[in-house]
């Protein structure tokens, strides 16, 4: 049988929000930031889910965050994310986008979610929707503390490279592949498959796939998970994504070291 996987990027194509950006008033509460971060994050996520982010507007944000994490304490970042996760993001969950993971699962494919937000935002994300692998941004960590450096930035060609790392690590056929994602940023991500589609796509994405003949997918129905799903498959769902959640992390921390070496 081909090994196949479905690969997600998050915001705006499985979260009707920017998951780098969401957790600002609980950060703040934390005192990580300042009121003043609050305000640009809030400007920041309207300016994303109203036009998306480009090139420019990216490596803007990833400077602004990096600058903005430097000194923060690991532990309680995590801590933060796991208290407020339910809250924050589980209401805005695409409805579409779950009932799509459900259908690869069903058809026998691994799921992949692979975003720019940090790590410890994106494996917490992932193993509530239950995905066999979570890949986002590593922050270089020293004294448990951010340095503000980043080891590995899952963005544009980096997304691109993990897919081709994880294909050769999980014995993917990437001809057999899908790949989901809303963002024109994302296009070495979407060559990378044989099954490429573009969701809720900003404009020049949505020319893109239109020009080579991929599904356009418009998603619209953010949905609680908690009240999606029967409580016994809650209880299964959050069984099978505490183990994906560790092989996801060891995985990955198997992948970054490469990548420091490389570095």
Known sequence: MTRAAAFFDLDKTILATSSALAFARPFYRGGLIGRGDVIR???????????????????????Y?????????????????????DDIIDPTIYDEAVALIEDHRAAGREIVIISSSGTEV??????????DIAVGTQLVVED????????FYAYGEGKAQAIRDLAVERGYALDA?????????????????????????????????????????????????????????????AAGAAAAAVS?????????????RIA
């Open 65 to 85: 965050m990096s600058d903005l994490v430097s000194g923060w304490d690991v532990a309680k970042v995590r801590e933060i994310v796991a208290e407020t996760i």
């Open 177 to 237: 592949c899908f790949a989901y994602t809303d963002s024109i940023t994302d296009l070495p991500m979407l060559d990378m498959v044989g099954h490429p589609s573009a969701v809720n796509p900003d404009s020049d994405l949505r020319r893109v796939a239109a020009e080579r003949g991929w599904p356009i997918l418009d998603f619209a129905r953010p949905v609680s998970m908690t009240s999606r799903l029967p409580i016994e498959k809650r209880q299964a769902v």
């Open 248 to 260: 996801a992390v060891a995985l990955g921390l198997a992948w970054y070291a490469r990548h420091r």
């Open 144 to 151: 448990g503390r951010y340095t503000g450096e980043i080891l």
């Open 41 to 63: 994050s809030a400007y920041a996520q309207f300016i994303f889910l109203a036009s998306g982010a480009d090139h420019d507007q990216m490596e803007t944000m990833r400077r």
């Open 122 to 131: 994106v494996e917490p994300i992932g193993a509530r929707l239950g995905a």
